[in-house]
Nanobody, 128 residues
Framework: EVQLVESGGGLAQPGGSLRLSCQAS????????MSWVRQSLGKGVEWVSS???????????YYTDSVQGRFIISRDDGKKTLYLQMNSLKPEDTAIYYC??????????????????RGQGTQVTVSS
């Protein structure tokens, strides 16, 4: 059974930083492409970033335009953990962030539907 548990959310000031973590279990993490998506009121579900799997293969990272240059996705296959380093946070980054066992290289239209293989989410609030 796929299990994903996010942590690291909280309150940050504009311009601040947070690091999200996602502990994975129940599947072969090192071979799995992984992603972060977020859901906020009025904006539906938005893809944020993805990172490929495959162990020693070249790592490829993808970001939605609004976080490019501010967020960094990474993974530690030995710890079966996915990360999202969020810098220069903006109020519009306020959302529930979900770790997802799936992989995209560009924006995907989710509407209001969250991907099935996801964690419980962690709230990120950016406010002064």
């Amino acid at each position: 059974e796929v299990q994903l548990v996010e942590s690291g959310g909280g309150l940050a000031q504009p311009g601040g930083s947070l690091r999200l973590s996602c502990q994975a279990s129940g599947f072969a993490f090192s071979g799995a492409g992984m992603s972060w998506v977020r859901q906020s009121l009025g904006k539906g579900v938005e893809w944020v970033s993805s990172i490929n799997g495959g162990g020693s293969r070249r790592v490829s990272r993808y970001y939605t335009d609004s976080v490019q240059g501010r967020f960094i996705i990474s993974r530690d296959d030995g710890k079966k953990t996915l990360y999202l380093q969020m810098n220069s946070l903006k109020p519009e980054d306020t959302a529930i962030y979900y770790c997802v066992k799936d992989f995209w290289t560009r924006n995907v239209h989710f509407g209001d539907r969250l991907p099935d293989l996801r964690g419980q989410g962690t709230q990120v609030t950016v406010s002064s």
